[in-house]
């Protein structure tokens, strides 16, 4: 969801590492360029997520949780 009630619960990293962050920007213009071959995307976006937990300073359980959420959601999401 993206309305305010749940991306307001969102943390801000403020003074984020300049150098993930553009490691971050570079990976994702890499998938944007490149998204035809499903192995690179999917390569790709895990990079995203270790870069994105690396920014947000997340542990190896808070790391685990978000993964065993996000996995959930997908596999309910198939059923549509």
Known sequence: HLDKSYIGLV??????????LKQLIKVVDS?????NDPELRKKRNKEIDTLVYGIYSLNKEEIELIEEAVSKML??????
């Open 75 to 80: 596999s309910r999401r198939s059923l549509w």
């Open 31 to 35: 998938l944007i360029a490149k998204n």
């Open 11 to 20: 943390p801000i990293v403020e003074n984020p590492d300049k150098r993930k």
